[in-house]
């Protein structure tokens, strides 16, 4: 992706939740520049990973299959120490633009449709895995806003604006926006995009990027270029 397609696509972003009336904090606006005078008292937000993430999934075709979130809060990946247990995002979902099929091993993580009802719906197609990574052709059971619910394997879920659906450890799931761009929340155990998320196809959960232009903001995984 380019750097300038990024800008782009965060200030589209802020701008859509200004607009949808959910409020970033403060760390959402910092530039690089204010980055770099930070010292320790950041250490959190390095550590785990809270702010802006675009990726276009290296598709190279980002308003198709991409997505841009922002991590509001989190704990720290297995092994890094004492932290918090939970985690929580905002996503801007474009309409039609999917988010590939893929599982968590570990996370546990309730995906809410936050806008209100002029907002878009969120479908959710949804697999077990089997035991080769594979989709499984059994029936799924899920919960939705805490009813269970079971349905046959392939079956797209539709969320309307307040509906919710828990997603469990090794259950294929794929996502879009429809009848407009989406306000979709995360709620969830703690988040390791690193080694917990298993695409069906292969795919890189970050996008190469080409530097065309400076970065208004950066991404949650930049924060290792800050001098310190």
């Known amino acids: 992706m ?7 696509y965060i200030a589209e972003a802020r701008d859509f939740f200004a607009r949808n009336h959910f409020i970033l904090p403060p760390f959402a606006d910092w530039t690089p520049r204010d980055w770099s005078r930070c010292g320790s008292e950041v250490s959190e937000l390095l550590a785990s990973r809270l702010g802006w993430d675009v990726t276009d999934f290296n598709s190279g075709e980002f308003k198709s299959i991409g997505l ?3 991590t509001l809060r989190n704990g720290f990946p297995a092994g890094q120490g004492a932290s918090k247990t939970y985690a929580e995002k905002i ?11 893929h599982y968590h091993a570990r996370k546990t993580e309730d995906i809410i449709n ?6 878009g719906r969120l479908a959710v197609q949804l697999y077990n895995s089997d035991e080769d990574g594979g989709f ?8 939705c806003d805490g009813i269970r619910r079971t349905v046959e394997a392939g079956t797209i ?12 450890p090794y259950l294929y799931h794929m996502f879009y926006a429809v009848e407009g761009d989406g306000l979709i929340g995360e709620v969830s155990s703690v988040n390791d995009d690193d080694a917990d998320n298993h695409f069906k196809d292969p795919l890189p959960r970050y996008p190469e990027i080409v530097e065309d232009e400076p970065p208004a903001r950066l991404l949650c995984t930049e924060y290792s270029i ?3």
């Open 2 to 8: 380019k750097r300038s397609a990024i800008n782009q």
């Open 114 to 119: 936050r806008g209100g009802m002029r907002a």
């Open 68 to 70: 841009t979130l922002f």
């Open 136 to 143: 499984a052709q059994t029936p799924v059971s899920v919960v």
């Open 157 to 168: 879920v539709t969320l309307g604006s307040g509906e919710s659906i828990t997603l469990t």
């Open 91 to 101: 996503m801007f979902v474009r309409q039609g633009q999917v988010t590939p099929f």
């Open 226 to 228: 800050i001098a310190r």
